[in-house]
């Protein structure tokens, strides 16, 4: 039986690609086991966001190519590499990778995995020969709700998928160029997978795609324009979604990730303020603030826009907590675009925020453009951003002393409440004998910088200890 090996790298979409991979691994009846030094095949799936994402990708293939030579008895081991990477620079990579790589597999071939393995069992490659390529253009494939998939997440929380690829023009990512257009899944589709999961136990349902606003845009006959208010009477879209996700019976939070500002709309606010399922969170990247960058990232946006929309949510979801993040350093930026953007971090007072350095990215319109800003300017910009950020994080973690909060064990002695996303945000620190994968009311007693401490309701520290020596 063949042993099959998984790194994954990237972000939750490539995470649920590695965990399509696996399904259908499994389905095939290869065994996957977790150590790469012991299997007959491996499989990196790779990140190309930036230049730092690609390093660790070509770092993760020498490695295993390096262990394969140390163990003789695996001289014969088979590296196929997969995810965003391969679909982008295959080519290139076939002569620069050529001794160490027997395949690339593009985004569409996830579900062919188990056959591809095959097909380079059943070749002979020769020394000379290029590692065989199975990427056939532009990726167009979205997952439904029966792929065959196997979770890598711990049982209490889930990705899906709702839509793949982008139709942005931001000046600054590649991801629509390796990702394609955005073709979103059906209402239906989702709601099937997500009762599933429901069903199996999981009590966070995180909905992700490169632009989960525009769910169901792509269907509609007439594509909008950034700003055509989101109309769920046309069908699929993700106010739609959100009401039936909402109406599905059990304790879970519904978690929405990757919304673009430009398609918000007052319909999803007050939708998102009528489903109690949906966590008071909102994934809202911005980049930037200042009307020149803005139009030079072609962000589709304004300042006076995102200001608007921002005061529109907090009035229209009270306790929202919003995620941002910001690029600074991108080409042309001033001084003035900066102290801009702190000025806005200052008045916002973001709970969670996370600031970018600018990477230019071979392949992309802001690489070619004038005035890139040097690497120690990009740094001073980054430190001077995330220290203003660090004060107002303590600001608000300092605001939810005393108050009590549902979060999910996360793990022994970790928790999240619903202002905290899986693998980005603050964690609560809690009483280490809490069942993980459960919710519990908890009471904030004090906090750490991003991060917040607690104990369950109704007990005091001094009760807790008396409880823990009795056990
Ligand atoms: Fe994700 Fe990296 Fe691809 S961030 S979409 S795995 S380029």
């Not at 890598?152 to 049982?155: A, I, N, R, S, V």
């Not at 990757?258 to 709309?265: C, E, G, L, R, V």
């Given at each position: 039986m063949i042993k099959v090996s998984l790194i994954s790298l990237g972000c939750a979409k490539n995470l649920v690609d590695s965990e399509i991979m696996i399904g259908h691994l499994h389905q095939a009846g290869m065994t996957v086991i977790p150590d790469a030094e012991k299997a007959d095949v491996v499989i990196v799936n790779t990140c190309s966001f930036i230049d730092s994402s690609k390093a660790e990708s070509i770092g993760h293939i020498l490695e295993v190519h390096q262990n394969k030579g140390m163990k003789k008895r695996r001289k014969e081991q088979k590296l196929i590499v997969a995810g965003c990477m391969s679909q982008r620079f295959s080519k290139d990579l076939s002569n620069s990778l050529h001794d160490e790589v027997d395949a690339f597999i593009g985004l569409d071939q996830v579900t062919k995995v188990a056959p591809i393995i095959e097909a380079i069992y059943a070749k002979e490659r020769g020394k000379k020969e290029a590692p065989i390529n199975f990427i056939e253009g532009k990726s167009t494939y979205i997952p439904d709700y029966d792929t065959p998939r196997f979770r890598?997440?711990?049982?209490h929380f889930a990705y899906i998928k709702i839509a793949e690829g982008c139709n942005h023009p931001?000046?600054?990512?590649?991801i629509p160029q390796i990702r394609g257009r955005h073709r979103s899944r059906t209402v239906d589709s989702v709601v099937q997978e997500a009762r599933r999961l429901v069903a199996e136990g999981v009590k966070e349902i995180n909905l992700i795609s490169?632009?989960?606003?525009?769910?169901?845009?792509?269907?509609?006959?007439q594509r909008p324009n950034p700003r055509t208010p989101v109309d769920s009477s046309r069908g699929t879209a993700l106010t739609t979604l959100l009401r039936e996700l909402n109406a599905i019976p059990g304790d879970f939070w519904i978690r929405l990730l990757?919304?673009?500002?430009?398609?918000?709309?007052d319909e999803l606010i007050r939708t998102i303020a009528e489903?109690?399922?949906?966590?008071r969170y909102i994934d809202i990247p911005?980049?930037?603030?200042s009307d020149a960058m803005l139009t030079r990232m072609q962000r589709e946006t304004s300042g006076d826009y995102i200001r608007d929309l921002l005061k529109r949510i907090r009035a229209g979801i009270p306790g929202i907590a919003i995620r941002t993040t910001f690029i600074v350093g991108?080409?042309?930026?001033t001084d003035a675009d900066v102290a801009e953007l702190c000025g806005f971090i200052r008045e916002t007072k973001f709970e969670r925020l996370g600031v970018f350095r600018y990477s230019q990215e071979e392949g992309t319109r802001g690489a070619k453009m004038e005035n890139q800003i040097p690497a120690k300017v990009k740094e001073a910009r980054w430190h001077q951003t995330m220290a203003l950020q660090q004060q107002i994080a303590a600001e608000v973690s300092k605001s939810h002393v005393g108050r009590t909060l549902k979060v999910l064990v996360e793990e022994p002695g970790v928790a999240r409440g619903e202002a905290d996303a899986p693998d980005i945000d603050g964690r609560v620190y809690v009483p280490r004998e809490l069942a993980v994968g459960e919710f519990v009311n908890v009471a904030i007693t004090g906090f750490q910088d991003y991060d917040l401490l607690a104990l369950p309701e109704g007990q005091k520290p001094a009760e807790y200890k008396v409880a823990r020596r009795a056990q």
């Open positions: 890598l997440t711990p049982k931001c000046t600054f990512c590649i490169q632009d989960t606003t525009f769910f169901g845009m792509d269907t509609w006959e990757y919304t673009h500002p430009a398609h918000w709309s489903c109690p399922k949906v966590a911005l980049q930037h603030i991108f080409p042309g930026e």
